[in-house]
């Protein structure tokens, strides 16, 4: 082998070595995103928090001219006292009602399964579709929201050091911003900052705008139940208003565990609960959201109960809180990545299209 071939032998190699050093490193990164991926969502979780905090804080420190950390403070204080409020004065009464909540939503379970055993028809579909554990008060409807709702508890952990992280984040962004930017090469930082102010203003209006749409639905759902004198009131109002951060699936998991648990005030209670909540949440969806949300923090519905489905299905139940925002920021990163850059370059290439035909 000449020389001259043993050196483009060793290039070839090197190339190649180089490229599956490259593919190595990518699957180790994807597996440890995967294996890390509960710590992913915590850090993603907190990242919209901080700019929903840094928002309020730059708007209230622009608007009474004060320090952007006294605005942190300002915003972050109440929310504290707020919580500490309400565990001292209504934690008791949650507590009592959450121990309701488990003693009657399986009488609710209960009455169902009596109403379905009663009637032939119902149980005779029921034994062809191979659903034969109807009986007892754990049913398979309190089964089925069992998992769930243990999840969703799990995730209040998660939530308090989401919220310790975010406000980190949010006493200096510019500091974390500049020590993401030093680890991308020079020629990528100006799209990773301009893709950075992107998704911080609109992950920031889209959590402002859901906080607004959590606090009307928990209201209007906690007075409504109050007004049909069902039990419990105040924690389903709760429970309603947290979980309508979940899209379409919080509000049908929250109106399904209200409703069993009026069931065991009677039918009557029952119906008029699913009116309620089919009431409130139309105004919710016709009135609130549309005035709160901006064009573009609003996502379609069918890409929204998707994203939904595919965190839970990934990732865990507890993950379809984020699945709104995390849909959003992949979008946002499509459009200053791949959109913008692509019909720049189409106005580009048109206009010197038209200069050749004009000088011609």
């Given amino acids: 082998m ?18 599956a050093a490259i593919l190595l490193a990518l699957i180790a990164a994807a597996l440890a995103a995967w294996t890390l991926r509960q710590v992913i969502f ?41 919580l500490g409020m309400v565990g001292w004065f209504f934690g008791a009464t949650i507590n009592d009602q959450l121990q309701e909540l488990a003693e009657k939503i399986p009488d609710g379970v209960q009455w169902l399964t009596n109403e379905i055993e009663a009637r032939p028809l119902v149980r005779d579909l029921s034994s062809k579709m191979e659903i034969n554990d109807l009986s007892g008060t754990t049913g398979w409807i309190a089964k ?17 050091v989401m919220a310790i992280v975010s ?15 030093r680890l991308l090469p020079l020629s990528a930082r100006s799209k990773a900052s301009e893709l950075f102010d992107a998704t911080s203003k609109i992950l920031g209006r889209w959590l402002l705008g859901q906080l607004a749409v959590m606090a009307t639905v928990g209201l209007l759902s906690g007075l409504g139940l109050w007004l049909l004198g069902i039990d419990a009131a105040f ?33 009557y209670h029952a119906v008029m609960v699913i009116a309620m909540y089919v009431g409130v949440h139309f105004i919710e969806g016709n009135f609130i959201t549309p005035l709160i949300q901006a ?14 489905i595919s965190c839970a299905m990934l990732f865990g139940p507890s993950a379809a809180f984020l699945a709104a ?19 720049k370059q189409e106005n580009a290439n048109s206009d010197d299209l038209t200069v050749r035909q004009l000088k011609i």
Avoid: C, H, W
């Fill in 2 to 19: 000449s020389l001259e071939e043993r050196s483009t032998f060793g290039d070839s190699l090197g190339k190649f070595a180089g490229k």
């Fill in 42 to 82: 915590i850090f993603f979780g907190a990242l919209v928090l901080a700019n929903g905090m840094s928002a309020v804080a730059s708007f209230l420190a622009s608007k009474f001219q004060i320090r952007y950390s006294l605005g942190l403070v300002a915003v972050v204080t109440p929310g504290l006292i707020a």
């Fill in 144 to 160: 089925t929201l069992a998992p769930i709702m243990r999840s969703f508890l799990g995730a209040a952990g998660s939530l308090v």
């Fill in 167 to 181: 406000i980190y984040l949010a006493a200096q962004p510019d500091r974390y911003r500049a020590g993401a930017l």
């Fill in 235 to 267: 924690v389903l109002g709760l429970v309603g208003g947290l979980m309508s951060f979940v899209p379409y699936v919080g509000s049908v998991i929250t109106a399904v565990i209200a409703t069993l648990f009026a069931l065991a005030q009677g039918p």
């Fill in 295 to 308: 064009e573009a923090t609003a996502l379609p519905p069918a890409i929204t109960l998707l994203s939904v």
């Fill in 325 to 343: 925002p995390l849909t959003l920021f992949v979008i946002t990163a499509l459009d200053v990545l791949y959109t913008e850059p692509m019909v």
